[in-house]
């Protein structure tokens, strides 16, 4: 049983709403604007099991029903180095940021970028926290990021906003190192204009890379083709991968909370478990044991877009930042 957000906060609250309407046992929430049904499921005693990266809400009391696939979190998924050691390893030193004005997810990974990028002895030239959402119209940023001489770029937003970053910064002969936040998505290459503008661009990971041939990620891929005639290959988008990891969090959920298991038992013993990694999914094991503390260490893979495909960077391994 699924139930669409829209896109909106509202939109989520009313989702929720619907699903336990149909008395849902629990609830995979992967969605930028989770917080907004944080107090239902609460105070119903449903698990949710999801991105943990629309806000603070999942590190943060009385939310211990909430389980991220990223592991322990002070409600800050971003509060490492992990992204500002990719911009040091591929040589940019003077970053420009986006972020959406309505997702606090958005903003937060930008800010939290900020403070890591000077933790390093980076820095961020340019920012801006107020992108509308979607928005394909960023003339105005970019130019900005042209003034302020950035050499590095980086998008928390989805496909069409990033895509716009890509095409803004060529048309200005801004020679920048790229990033996307959202992940990498192989529907990009559907599009020959949006596939031309990304170029050299780089992606973040939530898998190991598919070059790399991972015995996980074949496993995953196999998975969703058997479950979706419509996916034909590649990277799935970045909603679909991330719906999968809470599929297998939740699986292991279930698989902890007895042999008949209630919401009850599920979120207490799914609090316990550490070194999950999501049958090889995760760049790192992580634990729910630590409510409200983030993991130490988070890591990561990034891939590069060449030609009709994206391939892994250093030598297909992931990269690791310690949190703050």
């Known amino acids: 049983m699924s139930a669409d957000d829209q896109s909106t906060p509202a939109g989520n609250a009313a989702a929720t709403q619907l699903l336990l309407s149909k008395g849902v046992f629990l609830i995979e929430n992967f969605s930028a604007f989770t917080f907004a049904s944080t107090k239902i499921t609460q105070q119903a005693g449903v698990p949710v ?84 959402f979607g928005a394909v119209d960023i003339t105005a940023s970019m130019l900005s990021m042209k003034a302020a001489g950035v050499d590095g770029a980086a998008c928390s937003c989805v496909q069409s906003t990033t895509v716009a970053m890509f095409s803004g910064l060529a048309n200005q002969g801004i020679k920048a190192k790229s990033l996307s936040f959202a992940s990498a998505d192989s529907s990009l290459f559907n599009n020959p204009t949006a596939t031309a503008a990304a170029q050299g661009a780089y992606y973040a990971s939530q898998i190991p890379p598919i070059d790399t041939n991972n015995a996980a990620t074949n496993t995953m891929l196999t998975n969703i083709k058997a479950a979706d005639s419509s996916y034909t290959g590649g990277y799935p988008t970045f909603g679909l991968t991330g719906a999968y990891l809470a599929a297998v969090l939740t699986v292991k959920g279930l698989q902890v909370a007895g042999q008949n298991p209630t919401r009850q038992s599920f979120i207490q013993n799914l609090t316990g478990v550490t070194g999950w990694n999501a049958n090889g999914l995760l760049a790192g094991p992580v634990g729910f044991n630590h409510f409200g503390v983030s993991e130490p260490v988070r890591c990561g893979w990034f891939v590069q877009v060449s030609g009709n495909n994206f391939k892994s960077i250093n030598n297909g391994q992931a990269i690791c930042g310690r949190s703050f």
């Not at 389980?67 to 970053?95: E, H, P, Q, Y």
């Not at 606090?104 to 926290?129: F, H, R, W």
């Open 49 to 132: 099991t999801g991105g943990g990266f629309d806000g603070p809400e999942w590190g943060m009391q009385p939310n211990t029903n909430m389980f991220s696939t990223v592991g322990g979190t002070n409600g800050r998924t971003s509060n490492n180095l992990l992204d500002a050691n990719f911009f040091k390893m591929v040589g940019a030193t003077n970053i420009g940021g986006l972020a959406y004005g309505i997702s606090p997810s958005s903003t937060g990974s930008i800010v939290d970028l900020k403070t890591a990028l000077q933790m390093i002895g980076l820095k961020m030239g340019y920012e801006n926290l107020s992108v509308p």
